[in-house]
C-alpha cells in the first residue's frame, strides 16, 4: 500500500473534520474505498507474488516458459552448455532441487534418456510432471541414408542406441507450439487467477512462431538445392516440413555414429554431389564428423540446436526466435 498516500488521506479527513465541510462517514467511506483500489493495484504486481520454480529440460522449454509466465515463474535448465540432452544424468543435488519445485517440463519422445528414473524417484513429491510434447506427432524410424532412394541403414540397431521416434520437436516452429501450448496450460492449473495473462503472452509466442514458419518457407522457396548435410540428425523435421533432405554422419543421439561402411558411403555421396558444407552444433563437437569434414574437405557451418545455452550467449541477449532466425541463414547459405 502506499503509505504516503494513506496519510495523505488521514490528513485531508482531520482538516475536513475540523472545518466542518464534509461529514466523518462520507469522507471515510471515500478513503475506505482509495484504500482497496490501492489494494488492489498492489495484488497484481509481481512483487506481491512468490514466482513458480520451473525446472525444463532443453533450453526451447525453458525459454517458452518464460515468455508464457514472465514475472511469475523462475525457471532453470537443469542440462548445462555442452552437454548431450540425450545421455546426460542430472546429479543426486539436482534431483532434489527439482523435486523442491513447483513442476517439471520436459521434452519427451526419448530426448532425455534420464526421464523416467526421475518420474519414479518424484512419485511421492508435490510436483507436476509435464511432458512437453504430449499431443505432437513424432516423426518416426530410424536414420537413414537414402541417397538413391534404394538402401537405407540405421545407425541405432548397430551400436545398441535406439530411438523409435526423432524427438527433436522443439526445432519445428509449428510443432513448438503444441509445446507451448502444453507449457501454458501447466502454468495456469499451478496459477489459474493469472490465466488471462498467460493466455496473452502465449498468444505473442505463437505469432512469432507463426512468423519463423513463414520464413521458413520463404527461404526454401528460393534455394538453389534441397539437400543439406549435418553432423547430427536432429533436423528431420525442418526436412519433413519444408520438402528438405537431411543427410547425416550420426543419427537422432550423436552418439548413433555410422559404420565403416556407412562412412563410406557418405563420402561417396559428399564428393559426387560436391557438398560444400557440413553443418555442425555450436553446443558441443561429435568426433567422427570432424574427421568426416576433412575428408571431404568441406566448410563447417554451425546451428543452434536450442537444447541449451552457453552464458555468453544469455548475455548476447539470444532467445529461441534469435537463434532460430539465425539458423534460416545458415541453412539458406547451406542451400545456395
Not at 518464460?66 to 532453470?76: D, T
Not at 557438398?275 to 563447417?300: G, R, S, W
Not at 550467449?313 to 532466425?325: A, F
Request: glycine content about 6%; charged content about 25%.
Amino acid at each position: 500500500m502506499n503509505v504516503k498516500k494513506v496519510w495523505g488521506s488521514v490528513i485531508v479527513t482531520l482538516f475536513l473534520l475540523i472545518t466542518g465541510c464534509g461529514s466523518a462517514d462520507e469522507v471515510t467511506e471515500e478513503i475506505s474505498e482509495e484504500v482497496l483500489q490501492d489494494d488492489r493495484v498492489l495484488a497484481s504486481e509481481p512483487l506481491d507474488v512468490e514466482p513458480l520454480i520451473i525446472y525444463t529440460t532443453i533450453y526451447a522449454l525453458e525459454d517458452f516458459t518464460e515468455k508464457i509466465g514472465r514475472e511469475f515463474v523462475q525457471v532453470e535448465n537443469i542440462i548445462p552448455a555442452g552437454a548431450d540432452a540425450h545421455t546426460y544424468e542430472p546429479t543426486i543435488r539436482s534431483m532434489i532441487e527439482i523435486g523442491d519445485g513447483d513442476a517439471f517440463i520436459y521434452n519427451g519422445g526419448g530426448m532425455e534418456g534420464f526421464v523416467e528414473t526421475l518420474i519414479d524417484t518424484m512419485g511421492e513429491e508435490d510436483l507436476l510432471l509435464v511432458e512437453a510434447s504430449e499431443g505432437i506427432e513424432f516423426i518416426g524410424g530410424g536414420l537413414e541414408h537414402d541417397h538413391d532412394h534404394s538402401h537405407s541403414h540405421d545407425h541405432s540397431e548397430e551400436d545398441g542406441h535406439s530411438h523409435d521416434y526423432d524427438p527433436h520437436v522443439f526445432i519445428d516452429p509449428v510443432r513448438s507450439i503444441t509445446l507451448a501450448q502444453n507449457i501454458k496450460g501447466a502454468l495456469i492449473e499451478l496459477m489459474p487467477e493469472e490465466e488471462e495473462l498467460f493466455q496473452a503472452n502465449f498468444e505473442m509466442l505463437k505469432t512469432d512462431l507463426e512468423a519463423l514458419d513463414q520464413a521458413f518457407r520463404d527461404m526454401v522457396e528460393k534455394a538453389e538445392k534441397g539437400k543439406f548435410l549435418v553432423a547430427h540428425a536432429g533436423y528431420t523435421y525442418w526436412a519433413e516440413r519444408y520438402g528438405l533432405e537431411q543427410i547425416s554422419i550420426t543419427g537422432f543421439s550423436p552418439t548413433n555414429e555410422p559404420s565403416y561402411r556407412q562412412l563410406e558411403e557418405l563420402m561417396a555421396f559428399a564428393n559426387e554431389h560436391e557438398i560444400e558444407y557440413v553443418i555442425f552444433e555450436k553446443n558441443y563437437t561429435i568426433p567422427i564428423a570432424e574427421m568426416f569434414l576433412n575428408e571431404v574437405n568441406a566448410e563447417p557451418l554451425h546451428f543452434y540446436n536450442l537444447e541449451a545455452l552457453t552464458p555468453e550467449q544469455r548475455l548476447e541477449g539470444k532467445d529461441y526466435i534469435k537463434m532460430m532466425n539465425e539458423n534460416i541463414k545458415t541453412l539458406e547459405k547451406a542451400l545456395n
